[in-house]
């Protein structure tokens, strides 16, 4: 699409609606940077304000790194003499506004308008990761993308994502999280996205709304500012959605296991740890599709990206080559295959209780495994006053779910997981219980048998990821 978009401090200014102290208006600034520890000579650097932090208390450390824009609040200047040297540049500036996090965002917003490239925007419960890696992946090979960073998909993390725009890709797949309503909408503004995805609606944050139907509608906020050119890709399963996109202001295009879904699978088979197989059936003809991601969540997923990328151009046979060839993303669902035959299901990156219930249902279908099936349940967070309804439903899934062994991590809502499970009807002695993932990770890891099952999923702050690395280690 052409040559990078060079910034000036005028225009970077201008974009941000902010005043700009100094001489050197023309000066090209390097990256845009919000840490104050990565901060190279020509960079802008955005001292941010949080609730644990003041990045203006580092002004004076980025220019003597040869940072040669500071964007800093009105009457937060420093005593330094704007236009002074800093290390390894021509001098530098401040650019003064009303509020650093929105001048970060309308910085993005405007480098997003600015470069050309299209907008892809991804939203749901669950699996956004999933589906933005597969709609990057089954994209046509010809075009450059670009996509989030790691988990950047917040109000200061989404915008990050968007500054690499000034390389001018041809596509920006992005993900955008939230957990309280109103949050979308703040994306959707920044990232004023042509395609917008919705995948699924979950319990996930439910602890900060009052029910489901209070996620979907702030999940709803991805229909926002819909242009009549614009594409929606929702899932057709999923009645919280179908109830919501009647409104849309332009183009929708449904997947899911639906009769009317316009990008549909039948014939679906659960091959365990081994993944997915089904017949896709689109307006561009049928293929049978086979996908190494594992249960019918990421099943949809893939649908998902499928559906987005027949609308870019990808052919059905190279959609279905790229769909057997998906990663998942760290310790989202990895199949590890460790020593004696023990073989891990790293899922520890995060949880909730509909992701949880997904797991367990993946590994109480696989049926390579004629050793035991073990799982490793890690207390899900921001549940609020459903925790321990939500943690005792858990357990009887996981007491359905055929394991022989099952550890609960975490305070009394993951005791709770433990305590119905037994109740459920697993014996008292294949249910143990640890307080804290640091103070079971040995124990856990000791239980291990050869041949072994293992699901390991919890939230991030319960950090099953400390046992995942133990039995990892103890079988390497």
């Avoid at 561009?284 to 249960?295: I, M, S």
């Avoid at 949809?300 to 990328?309: G, I, Q, R, W």
Wanted: proline residues 3%; hydrophobic residues 45%.
């Amino acid at each position: 699409m052409g040559e990078a978009l060079g910034l000036t401090l005028r225009w970077v200014a201008q974009a941000v609606g902010g005043e700009l102290r100094g001489s050197i208006s023309e000066q090209q600034v390097g990256n845009v940077v919000i840490d104050s520890r990565v901060v190279l000579a020509g960079d802008i650097f955005v001292a941010l304000r949080g609730e644990r932090y003041d990045a203006h208390d580092f002004v004076a450390q980025v220019i003597e790194k040869g940072a040669v824009g500071i964007v800093v609040e009105r009457g937060r200047l420093p005593a330094v003499e704007v236009g002074q040297s800093g290390q390894g540049n021509k001098g530098f500036a401040f650019i003064e506004v009303g509020d650093t996090t929105t001048a970060l965002q309308d910085l993005a917003r405007a480098v997003r308008r600015a470069s050309g490239t299209r907008v892809i925007a991804i939203t749901g419960s669950a699996g956004k990761t999933t589906t933005k890696e597969a709609v990057a992946e089954l994209l046509p090979k010809r075009l450059r993308i670009a996509k989030n960073k790691g988990n950047l998909n917040n109000h200061i993390g989404l915008p990050i994502s968007l500054l690499q725009l000034r390389e001018r890709p041809d596509v920006a797949v992005m993900e955008l999280g939230m957990n309280h309503a109103g949050e979308i909408s703040t994306l959707v503004g920044i990232a004023e996205p042509e395609t917008r995805v919705w995948t699924n609606v979950g319990d996930a944050h439910i602890g900060f709304f009052q029910s489901a139907d209070a996620i979907a509608d702030a999940k709803a906020e991805i229909l926002e500012r819909a242009e009549p050119g614009h594409l929606l890709v929702c899932n057709a399963d999923d009645a919280r959605i179908r109830a919501r996109v009647a409104g849309f202001g332009g183009r929708t295009v449904t997947f899911g296991t639906s009769s009317d879904a316009m990008v549909r699978a039948v014939d679906v088979e659960t091959l365990g740890i081994d993944g997915m197989r089904a017949r896709v059936v689109t307006a561009a003809g049928e293929r049978q599709l086979r996908t190494p991601l594992l249960g019918r969540g990421n099943l949809s997923n893939v649908l998902a990206a499928a559906a987005v990328a027949l609308e870019f151009g990808s052919t059905l046979d190279e959609i279905v080559e790229s769909a057997a060839s998906l990663k998942p993303a760290d310790r989202r669902g990895v199949v590890v295959r460790l020593r004696d035959g023990v073989v891990m299901l790293d899922d520890s990156y995060n949880s909730s209780p509909s992701a949880l219930a997904k797991a367990l249902e993946t590994i109480a279908a696989d049926k390579t495994h004629v050793s035991r099936k073990v799982a490793v349940v890690g207390e899900m967070l921001e549940l609020g006053e459903h925790a321990l309804r939500l943690h005792r439903e858990a357990g009887k899934t996981a007491a359905a779910a055929g394991l022989r062994l099952l550890f609960a991590v975490g305070g009394p809502p993951a005791r709770a997981v433990a305590d119905a499970a037994i109740e459920a009807g697993m014996p008292a002695s294949a249910v143990r219980y640890a307080e804290k993932s640091e103070l079971g990770a040995e124990e856990i890891a000791a239980a291990i048998l050869p041949g072994d099952l293992v699901l390991v999923k919890g939230s991030r702050g319960t950090r099953t990821d400390i046992v995942a690395d133990r039995i990892a280690t103890v079988f390497a």
